[in-house]
């Protein structure tokens, strides 16, 4: 429900519920307590956005800490590059680039390691958005790109028409003629998505180019559109942001006591906010209307507030911040890679050595086997030559013996041929007896 709800106040309250509901099922021991904890660091998340669109970037910054500590002790990595991601970004409305920048490649790393491309793009977006203020157009186009990218890869329409927008942003910043091209494309899809935020954003762009090409009354329904939502969503960034070009407009049609509490409004919201970009423009249209109402000691002061946010967002300092983190994550990437691939060699050497290792065994155990075989065909083979000579001894015994009995047999056989007196013995003997 939290997700899925549009209505600023509606949203702030299921998800106040839902941290209500995550804390009293951690605190009870409940067995899902897992669970519960990812909710709460999800919940804190939520806060801390909406504490961004209201301008209150402290509370902010300690619900994104407080998810990001959270997310680190259940082990959760998608949680953790928002909150990473969202810390990073506070820091950038804040004007502390190299902590900024410190977060999102922290981010970036770690979605590029869970081959996380939503987290990818929205990171690769935010660090496009810093090298855009620090005046590197070639290295934001090439982050906002590669962000477009991967957002289309995966279809997220959301992240398309914010990857347009910004695209447009630079080109505007060229006064190229393209921006309004991307911009009236990003605004197109926002309004297919019922998208506010992203409405209110691409309109106050669209009323720029038109104020640029003199359109004025276009240009004024756009920024009015562009305000109306604002004030609705309480974005006090984006408010600041919208009353500074209404002030740049009325001021470019010369009504300058018209402009003056636009521009006020503006940098008063922008100081709230604390964010030096917002404040640094209010001051530029407050200067220049000063100077035409003649009232130039508040036009100096407004210089010198100017110059000296321009000088916290653009100093050397950040720039070097920004190249500095720039080869560091260009060598952490490089390290990986080489690392990756360390460790597919060293993941195929591990397999051919338990391969030869099986082979290995598989020979021992054979050759176990053969041996084993070997060892019953010889005892069998003895043993067979054994029970051959017992048998040869044997036949050779009996051979005997038949030889004894049949020599015998013979013998009798003689001494009774000897002894009984043939037929024609016996018939002549028997002759003589009748005669007598």
Same mark, same amino acid.
């Given at each position: 429900?939290?997700?899925?709800?549009?209505?600023?106040?509606?949203?702030?309250?299921?998800?106040?519920?839902?941290?209500?509901?995550?804390?009293? $099922?951690?605190?009870?021991?409940?067995? =899902?307590?897992?669970?519960?904890?990812?909710?709460?660091?999800? !919940?804190?998340?939520?806060?801390?956005?909406?504490?961004?669109?209201?301008?209150?970037?402290?509370?902010? =910054?300690? $619900?994104?800490?407080?998810?990001?500590?959270?997310?680190?002790?259940?082990?959760?990595?998608?949680?953790?590059?928002?909150?990473?991601?969202?810390?990073?970004?506070?820091?950038?409305?804040?004007?502390?680039?190299?902590? &900024?920048?410190?977060?999102?490649?922290?981010? #970036?790393?770690?979605?590029?390691?869970?081959?996380?491309?939503?987290?990818?793009?929205? !990171?690769?977006?935010?660090? &496009? !958005?810093?090298? &855009?203020?620090?005046?590197?157009?070639? +290295?934001?186009?090439?982050?906002?790109?590669?962000? #477009?990218? @991967?957002?289309?890869?995966?279809?997220?329409?959301?992240?398309?028409?914010?990857?347009?927008?910004?695209?447009?942003?630079?080109?505007?910043?060229?006064?190229?003629?393209?921006?309004?091209?991307?911009?009236?494309?990003?605004?197109?899809?926002?309004?297919?998505?019922?998208?506010?935020?992203?409405?209110?954003?691409?309109?106050?762009?669209?009323?720029?180019?038109?104020?640029?090409?003199?359109?004025?009354? =276009?240009?004024?329904?756009?920024?009015?559109?562009?305000?109306?939502?604002?004030?609705?969503?309480?974005?006090?960034?984006?408010?600041?942001?919208?009353? $500074?070009?209404?002030?740049?407009?009325?001021?470019?049609? @010369?009504?300058?006591?018209?402009?003056?509490?636009?521009?006020?409004?503006?940098?008063?919201?922008?100081?709230?906010?604390?964010?030096?970009?917002?404040?640094?423009?209010?001051?530029?249209?407050?200067?220049?209307?000063?100077?035409?109402? @003649?009232?130039? +000691?508040?036009?100096?002061?407004?210089?010198?507030?100017?110059?000296?946010?321009?000088?916290?967002?653009?100093?050397?300092?950040?720039?070097?911040?920004?190249?500095?983190?720039?080869?560091?994550?260009?060598?952490?990437?490089?390290? #990986?890679? /080489?690392?990756?691939?360390?460790?597919?060699?060293?993941?195929?050497?591990?397999? &051919?050595?338990?391969?030869?290792?099986?082979?290995?065994?598989?020979? /021992?155990?054979?050759?176990?086997?053969? #041996?084993?075989?070997?060892?019953?065909? =010889?005892?069998?083979?003895?043993?067979?030559?054994?029970? $051959?000579?017992?048998?040869?001894?044997?036949?050779?015994?009996?051979?005997?013996?038949?030889?004894?009995?049949?020599?015998?047999?013979?013998?009798?056989?003689?001494?009774? !041929?000897?002894?009984?007196?043939?037929?024609?013995?016996?018939? +002549?003997?028997?002759?003589?007896?009748?005669? /007598?």
């Amino acid at each position: 429900m939290v997700e899925a709800e549009s209505e600023e106040k509606v949203w702030q309250a299921y998800n106040k519920q839902a941290k209500n509901i995550a804390e009293k $099922n951690i605190a009870s021991g409940d067995e =899902l307590k897992k669970i519960y904890l990812n909710f709460l660091a999800s !919940t804190h998340n939520n806060i801390g956005v909406g504490a961004t669109y209201s301008g209150d970037n402290n509370k902010a =910054l300690q $619900n994104f800490k407080e998810s990001l500590s959270i997310s680190k002790q259940i082990g959760d990595k998608n949680l953790e590059t928002e909150a990473l991601n969202n810390i990073g970004y506070v820091y950038d409305i804040q004007g502390n680039i190299p902590l &900024a920048l410190e977060y999102f490649h922290e981010s #970036l790393k770690l979605n590029e390691v869970l081959k996380n491309d939503l987290g990818t793009s929205n !990171t690769l977006n935010n660090i &496009a !958005t810093i090298y &855009a203020k620090q005046g590197e157009r070639d +290295k934001a186009l090439e982050y906002h790109n590669k962000s #477009l990218r @991967k957002r289309e890869r995966i279809n997220d329409k959301a992240g398309i028409a914010q990857s347009l927008n910004n695209i447009g942003a630079i080109y505007d910043a060229d006064g190229g003629i393209r921006s309004l091209e991307f911009y009236q494309k990003s605004f197109a899809i926002y309004k297919e998505l019922g998208d506010k935020l992203g409405i209110a954003n691409a309109s106050n762009n669209i009323g720029s180019i038109y104020h640029r090409q003199g359109n004025n009354s =276009l240009a004024l329904s756009y920024f009015e559109m562009s305000l109306k939502i604002h004030d609705e969503l309480q974005n006090k960034s984006g408010t600041a942001f919208t009353l $500074n070009n209404i002030a740049s407009l009325l001021l470019k049609n @010369k009504s300058y006591d018209e402009a003056l509490p636009y521009a006020s409004k503006s940098m008063q919201v922008a100081i709230e906010v604390g964010y030096p970009e917002r404040i640094k423009s209010s001051a530029d249209i407050l200067k220049r209307i000063f100077i035409q109402q @003649k009232k130039y +000691k508040e036009a100096f002061e407004m210089f010198e507030l100017e110059i000296k946010m321009r000088d916290s967002l653009n100093n050397q300092q950040t720039q070097k911040a920004a190249v500095k983190k720039q080869l560091q994550y260009d060598y952490e990437k490089k390290e #990986l890679e /080489i690392k990756a691939k360390q460790d597919k060699k060293d993941a195929v050497s591990i397999e &051919a050595l338990k391969q030869k290792e099986k082979e290995r065994n598989y020979f /021992i155990v054979g050759f176990g086997l053969v #041996l084993v075989l070997a060892i019953f065909i =010889l005892r069998s083979f003895r043993q067979k030559q054994k029970d $051959n000579a017992i048998i040869t001894a044997q036949k050779q015994l009996v051979d005997v013996k038949q030889k004894e009995i049949l020599d015998s047999i013979h013998y009798a056989k003689r001494i009774q !041929t000897a002894l009984l007196p043939s037929e024609k013995y016996i018939d +002549k003997s028997l002759q003589k007896l009748n005669k /007598i």
